[in-house]
């Protein structure tokens, strides 16, 4: 289990209920019962999707993370602001019409910093969880299928991977690397993986004792068969959820990174270090609430979002597989 | 289950906390070789001159075969060796001495106020689940995943500190465990910055934890045989489900080692975690080091507790 992700049961706020409340059958489930002529059977992403799609807060949360992405990476072309150049003469200045956010310490205009330290964190956290997932799934996987000894030597490897508390390795190597964007990627992933393969080995040894997939070996289906038409596209919803999960966990880390002046070296930045900047005025005279509220705001709403996507595309795939 | 199947089960875990020792100590290792210059560098500071890298290196013998160096390296741990901390002119074993006891109050404390909310509001959740209490619960918790615990300390000295002045904000200064604790003031906004953090996780397992088991077959036997949904909830369900938290108690020692940083560093707490920070700061690799591996140890035994004591309270449980 990873730090900050969520436990995997509890099902999402407003899941949607079982079946239709009105007693009416939907044309999917009028499908499935044999009523209506079944079509081609639509594909599995599509199926989830429409799992998907029935869970408004999903929706909704998925929108305000496209929002967030285009606010981060087309937001400058529309809002453009100088983000390498220090402008002293605007140190501090309060939200105006040619600063709508103010400027901070070193007289960054707010709004457009937030842009490129957005950028930072969306790059660094889907980066990091892709990479971190790739490695988990690829060692998981492997020590699950050859399991015996192998296996079990891998797990303990993975077991001590887990062991070191996450935040304090990651720090020792930031402060080893002095990490840019790219190399922060790797602090992260490199330990995040562990988490990933326990989980992927687990339903890979699941997957394997499953009646199904015994079945196909009962008929005589090959076990390359087995692996690619019923382990994996079951695995895969498995995967997935956790990648979401770890998509917010590295923006976490990499605020927190940030927060401890162990982030992404200036004029570079992310929310994190953006928050650390903020901290040194919070007990001055002035309210200087732009320095805080902003960062700050954005990475709760881009990490609930995240979270409320992969809660529903856990019931997505779990339901998907219900209805079936 | 047979008291021959414990002791091997108890062995086989031991066995298996050793490879894992093993492991992380080469992981360890592995790190501080990381360090640009080796772990020479790691030692004596990036400011050491050519002629005091040699002979350190020649010193520490760290131009002996790394087995050699290993060996070395795990037996000086064993016998309390921890490191010495060039910039703070202590040994890390004296550090951990002087800030542990700290940290393990913040902690202790954290956990306690945390339980206390996080297991009745889990019932609650998971006994009136898909209510508007529940949901309204379910965003809290989901907000403690999402919001960084340092800005979670950043709202409450805005909050509860600067705009409304209940409580001072920064916490309590001593060098003793009695000293901090005579400033109880000073102790409540991070003890409860901790605590949300931490809150989220317990509510999150109890509710989970308490609805898995509503659905199991000895709740209906206990309802079968007419006892009071009270009786069910308090006397089945709550026993059983608290099994859950104690094992994750043992799991959660990560979890607690980074809540204890971004709180000691947010409210200037003088534990551990602010002692990290400032290693961080000052590229002090002996400290960053040896409280990684004493948290691992801390974590290891966690480990291993959780599953003994899962094996111990769950009579279920075979090995």
Redesign the interface.
């Known amino acids: 289990?990873s730090?900050?992700?969520?436990?995997p049961?509890?099902p999402s706020?407003?899941?949607p209920p079982e079946g239709a409340p009105d007693g009416t059958l939907t044309s999917a489930e009028a499908a499935d019962l044999g009523l209506a002529p079944a079509a081609k059977p639509r594909s599995m992403l599509r199926r989830g999707w429409e799992v998907f799609a029935e869970n408004k807060l999903a929706l909704v949360s998925l929108g305000v993370l496209l929002f967030m992405v285009a606010f981060c990476f087309i937001g400058p072309l529309i809002y453009p602001t100088d983000q390498v150049h220090t402008n002293l003469s605007d140190y501090l200045c309060h939200p105006s019409a040619s600063h709508p956010l103010g400027c901070d310490d070193l007289g960054y205009d707010q709004l457009g910093r937030l842009m490129v330290g957005g950028q930072t964190s969306l790059e660094v956290g889907f980066a990091a969880a892709l990479v971190a997932v790739l490695i988990g799934t690829l060692y998981g996987a492997f020590a699950g299928f050859v399991g015996g000894t192998v296996d079990s030597f891998l797990m303990?490897?993975v077991?001590?991977?887990?062991?070191?508390?996450?935040?304090?390795?990651v720090?020792?190597?930031?402060?080893?690397f002095h990490p840019n964007t790219t190399v922060m990627i790797f602090v992260i992933a490199v330990f995040y993986w562990f988490a990933v393969a326990r989980l992927v080995r687990g339903e890979t040894l699941t997957l394997r004792t499953r009646e199904y997939v015994q079945a196909v070996k009962v008929l005589g289906g090959r076990k390359g068969r087995a692996i690619t038409r019923h382990v994996l596209p079951n695995a895969v919803g498995t995967i997935i959820v956790q990648g979401t999960f770890a998509v917010?966990d590295a923006i976490?880390i990499l605020?927190?990174l940030g927060?401890?002046?162990?982030g992404v070296s200036a004029p570079a930045t992310d929310w994190?270090s953006m928050?650390s900047g903020g901290?040194q005025y919070?007990?001055s005279a002035q309210d200087y609430w732009w320095l805080?509220y902003p960062p700050?705001i954005c990475?709760?709403v881009t990490?609930?979002a995240i979270?409320?996507i992969g809660d529903a595309l856990r019931d997505a795939f779990e339901t998907r597989l219900q209805r079936r | 289950m047979g008291g021959a199947t414990m002791t091997t089960f108890l062995i086989r875990r031991v066995l298996?906390s050793i490879?894992?020792?093993?492991?992380?100590t080469?992981?360890?290792l592995w790190?501080v070789h990381?360090?640009?210059g080796g772990p020479v560098v790691a030692l004596v500071g990036v400011r050491a001159t050519p002629a005091q890298l040699a002979y350190y290196n020649h010193l520490y013998g760290f131009d002996r075969p790394i087995w050699v160096q290993y060996w070395r390296w795990v037996s000086q741990f064993a016998q309390g060796n921890f490191g010495y901390s060039l910039k703070n002119n202590q040994s890390v074993a004296s550090e951990i001495q002087q800030y542990l006891p700290k940290t393990l109050l913040l902690v202790g404390l954290g956990l306690v106020v945390s339980l206390a909310f996080g297991i009745p509001l889990g019932i609650y959740q998971a006994v009136k689940r898909?209510t508007v209490g529940d949901?309204a619960l379910?965003?809290v918790?989901?907000?403690g995943?999402?919001?960084?615990?340092?800005?979670v300390g950043?709202?409450l000295?805005?909050w509860f500190s600067?705009k409304i002045p209940l409580f001072p904000?920064q916490a309590p200064q001593g060098t003793t465990v009695g000293q901090i604790l005579s400033q109880p003031r000073a102790l409540v906004l991070p003890v409860f910055c901790f605590a949300f953090v931490a809150y989220?996780l317990w509510s999150?397992?109890m509710?989970?934890s308490v609805?898995?088991n509503l659905v199991q077959d000895y709740v209906r036997t206990a309802r079968a045989k007419g006892a009071s949904e009270r009786r069910v909830l308090w006397g089945h369900v709550f026993r059983n489900s608290l099994i859950t938290i104690v094992t994750l108690l043992g799991?959660s020692?990560?979890?607690l080692?980074?809540g204890a940083?971004?709180v000691e560093?947010v409210f200037n707490y003088p534990g551990m975690g602010l002692q990290?920070?400032m290693a961080?700061?000052n590229?002090d690799?002996q400290t960053?080091?040896g409280?990684?591996v004493i948290?691992?140890l801390a974590?290891?035994l966690g480990?291993l507790l959780a599953d003994v004591g899962y094996a111990v309270l769950d009579p279920r449980v075979r090995y």
């Open positions: 289990m730090l900050l992700t969520p436990p049961e509890p706020v407003g899941a303990r490897v077991d001590a991977g887990l062991s070191i508390p996450y935040i304090m390795v720090i020792i190597l930031s402060v080893i917010a976490l605020a927190g927060f401890l002046g162990l994190g928050l901290l919070l007990q805080i700050g990475i709760i990490c609930i979270n409320f | 298996q490879v894992v020792l093993f492991f992380v080469l992981i360890t790190l990381l360090v640009p898909y949901y379910t965003w918790s989901f907000l995943y999402a919001t960084p615990t340092f800005f950043l709202m000295i805005e600067l904000s989220a999150r397992y509710r989970s609805m898995d799991l020692i990560p979890t080692v980074a940083i971004f560093v990290f920070y961080a700061q590229v690799f960053l080091m409280f990684t948290a691992t974590t290891i480990n």
